[in-house]
């Protein structure tokens, strides 16, 4: 993992309109993105991880905007991109050849009357690469993802398996050698040994092209595995923010510590679930103070008045908590 | 007695006793207001249509006070009781308080609804408009059923006169009032068609219940039926039976267009009921061992009402098309008053090439598309409302 | 699901045998296609059974009324019956079973008897001279009205809450409402008689009398005239009705994942909008289509009337206000069978146009 930073947020805020009143999906993020860097951004269902992964291409759907912020891309040739700013024709170049996104292998992520071989090519004209290449270049995706390249070419998507067109969507995804590819729940449609033959091909994948991902997820075990960073989010921000072993084995936050202890363990014997009790906030009036306080067992008052930046407390490892040491201590306890 | 007892004081004996159920209803729970308010709209229903206004209404009245008492009860499924505590038995009684519960709450859900959609609710008044004009219309015009040739204007060659202040949709061919025809014309044709309407949807929904929940054979036979009848052209068939078989009563037509409308409702009928069968909530409850009969009437049945309500909006209105279209071609019998006879009797005395008649060929023409619009728009709403996906918006 | 065996990470992992494509296109076009193709003569032979009992069940036994007719003009009794009976091309004094085949050889001879008052004339002569006139101003009809409903609808569903959609929406949903010869009176009365644009008597027929037919410009000038006005009533009838699915079709479609897949992947929105939407969105639109163009034979009896356009449906009018049984019979019976003969053609289009029907319930998990 490089140092140069490859993707640059600063303090991304985004809201969409809902009839009760406007949600803020997103508050605040701001993080670095380096080469060949893998975050897992990890949290519960509604805290805006996928909001913000559609975000940073501005894929948002249309009753959802961008509040505030920037988000900084650097090319290969070191110049810098403002993607905020970007026209539609300039926006339309940079999405695929720069960014990509792997979105969850359903039926619906690919046309259903079109053969996967027209979606090559689709994608290939309109970025200006010639057929031949495409086609070529598909086909040895398809060999490295581990399908049989001519057949999946010309098939038709409700032919293949969910793995399988998963396995599609990701190989598309690098036809045009993007710096970044952005997943979306990748693993979450499909079986647990599918998931395995996914994952070992994805870091295959990353190990010989040497591509960035954002990998967005509330499975930890996934994220253990392929992540080099991991950051978690609640209610919209970013709590927590490290390396994947300090932020596993070290958390800071409490709402990572509980992700940790709500995942059952083989080794341990048929003890009760440990789950977080209360439920996700309403992003519409969300609590003052730190958003996840009423769910917190180390909250105090501080908490409740006083909502916690996110600053450094090892090299590397951010953390949004008034308690952080006491967590770290608790967990240190838990893991002994 | 009932369809002909139009604005009469039979009408409002029945309404006074119908709408006692309501009232008494409301006594016996407690809700005072809604009784009363239930006796007052059966009466007046009543005393517009008869037996056949008074009764549906009876019955929503009698579920909108049921569904205002049950909002106090407690509702066992949801309160803290335990699952052992918690039976499935329920008296028969309580079953249909249950279910007339479920139907007043749906009943003040879609006039909530309604309300809000502007389009819908157009599309109601626009059907209620023409509803009370047949009903009580007559209390107010009189039926000008004799030719009236006193009114000839000196020079004029014909009857005909164009709208006046006296006569505001002017004089057909034989000197008689426009409006009059118009505010008593319309009640056959919109009996008729809601009769047929009815019709056509009992037989559609029998029918696909049965083919869905029988299967093998039955459903086989009742599908072939089904899409013979739909291949083949309806109102050249309509022509054809019509001009052959004489009818004596508009019953008779009701039931000829219903024995040519039912395949369409059916075949959706069939599908609901076969999808519900596979649905989440049919399998538990089959799992948790609650017998077919409970499975039919508390899980299937509650979904299709909405959809089989939207379906007959849409019977009528073909209906009325099938009908209106019979008599403007001459092949039914003609008796009048009936917006179709004065479109058929315009175009024969020439009403089509003279614009002092153009009123009365106008007139019955707008009603009809307005009525028909009506209940389209009203349909469609119904529609979204039952189906929240089809809503626009946030 | 589908459960894939543990293996090590370099060997492929197994697919279904899945066969080169033109295979797999002969095989399952061939099945389904024959199963249509079945079901259609089935339906058929069903059709022409029915019109058969149709007519004979019919009050008043109309041989006898024929015999009736030809005695009151002074023809003895024997002559006028077989005369009546050559009419029919049936025999009423046969049984049952004997006459429903003759029937039955009749049609395979494209014999569908002779006219009861026009004596001399085939029915199958007399369908001949009206059929094109219904197939030209209700198919015209039909196809303007999908085609302006199609781009109207996508437009709509496009630019979804503008005044653009919200007029047009209001506009459609009200045509939609209106039955179509209520449009034909309308037009009539409002166009010609209150604002005199058109003289009506003028415009009966399907095209001046003494113009010789033939592509000349003369002809072909006067045949549209003529046409305008059914083939106007024919679409704005069944415009609303296209345009408001197509725009409901068309936003189901928008909401779909390919398309946001489509979108991130940076394609231009013309070719968003033609192969990702339009094509998806008009499928159902298409079924519609071609079950529509069933339809078209039938045409509209009271339009036609109307406007006293010569069609089929106007034929059929006129054969049962007269009692011409053969030719009521005969012009049912070819309007119910282009009905299943069309169904057969949507099947068999719409297994072609959309391959997941085509290519059977294929997907794996």
Known sequence: MAERPVLQVRNVSISYLARRGRVRAVSDVSFDLHEGETLALIGESGCGKSTLNLGLIRQLPANATIDSGSILYTRRDGQIVDVLKLRPQELRRFLWSEVSMVFQGALNALNPVLRVSDVVYDTASAHGMPRAEAKRRALDLFARVRLDPERVFNAYPHELSGGMRQRVLLAISLLLRPQIVLMDEPTTAVDILTQRSILDVLEKLRDELNFSVIFVSHDLAVAAEIADTVATMYAGKIVEHGPVNDVFYRPRHAYTLSLLNAAPRLSAGAEELASIPGSPPDLIQPPPGCKFHPRCRFASDLCRDKEPELVSKEAGHLVACHHSDEVLATSREVRA | ?394 | MSTVPAQSPTTPVPMAVIKPWHTRLRERLFGYAIRVILQGLITVWAVTTFTFFLIRLMPGNPVDIKIDQLMQQGIPYEIARNQAMGLFAFNPDEPLPVQYLAYLGNLLRFDLGNSITNPGVRVIDQIAAFLPWTLFSVGSGLLISFALGVTLGTAMAYWRGSVFDNVLTAIASILYGIPDYIIALLLLIVGGVQLRLFQIGELRGAVDPGIAPGLTLEYIGSVLKHALLPVSTYVLASVGGWILTMKSSTIATLGEDYIAVAKARGLPERRILTAYVARNAMLPLVTRLAISIGFVVGGSVIVEELFQYPGLGRSLLRAINSRDYTTMQGIFLVISISVVVSNMLADLMMGWLDPRIRLGKGHRD
Not at chain 2, 4 to 9: E, I, Q, R
Not at chain 2, 33 to 60: E, H, Y
Not at chain 2, 175 to 185: K, N, Q
């Open chain 2, 1 to 394: 007695m009932g369809l002909d007892a139009v604005a009469s004081p039979t009408g409002l004996v029945i309404g006074f006793v119908l709408g006692l159920i309501p009232l008494l209803v409301g006594w016996r729970y407690r809700q005072w207001k809604w009784g009363v308010i239930g006796w007052l709209v059966c009466l007046f229903s009543s005393f517009g249509c008869g037996l056949i206004g008074g009764l549906p209404v009876a019955v929503l009245a009698t579920s909108l006070v049921i569904s205002y008492a049950f909002a106090t009860r407690e509702d066992p499924y949801t309160s803290q009781a335990s699952l052992d505590e918690v039976t499935f038995d329920e008296t028969w009684q309580e079953y249909l308080l249950r279910q007339m519960a479920a139907l007043g709450h749906g009943v003040r859900t879609s006039a909530r609804m309604l309300a809000r959609n502007k389009v819908g609710f157009i599309g109601f008044a626009g059907v209620m408009f023409f509803v009370l004009m047949s009903a009580f219309g007559p209390l107010f015009i009189e039926y000008e059923g004799e030719a009236n040739f006193s009114r000839r204007q000196p020079g004029a060659s014909s009857l005909f006169q164009p709208p006046s202040a006296e006569f505001p949709l002017g004089l057909d061919w034989q000197g008689r009032s426009v409006l009059s025809h118009i505010v008593y014309g319309g009640r056959t044709l919109i009996l008729t068609s809601i009769q047929a309407g009815l019709i056509a949807t009992v037989i559609a929904v029998a029918l696909g219940s049965l083919a869905a929940l029988l299967g093998g054979f039955v459903d086989q036979a009742i599908s072939f039926l089904g899409n013979f009848v739909l291949t083949i052209p309806q109102f050249p068939l309509l022509l054809v039976l019509a001009s052959l078989i004489s009818f004596n009563s508009s019953l008779g037509l009701a039931l000829l267009f219903a024995a040519l409308n039912w395949p369409a409702l059916m075949r959706a009928v069939r599908a609901q009921a076969l999808s519900l069968r596979k649905r989440d909530y049919v399998e538990a409850a089959v799992a948790l061992d609650l017998g077919l009969g409970h499975v039919i009437m508390r899980e299937v049945f509650p979904n299709m009402v909405s959809y089989i309500a939207v379906n007959f909006i849409f019977s009528v209105r073909s209906a009325m098309y099938a009908l209106v279209g019979l008599v403007v071609l001459g092949i039914v019998p003609l008796s009048e008053p009936d917006w179709g006879v004065m479109i058929f009797m315009g175009r024969q005395q020439g009403a089509l090439f003279n614009p002092a008649a153009a009123s009365m060929l106008l007139s019955p023409i707008i009603a009809i598309a307005v009525f028909q619009l009506s209940l389209v728009l009203f349909a469609r709403s119904l529609e979204e409302i039952f189906n929240p996906r089809l809503r626009s918006g946030v």
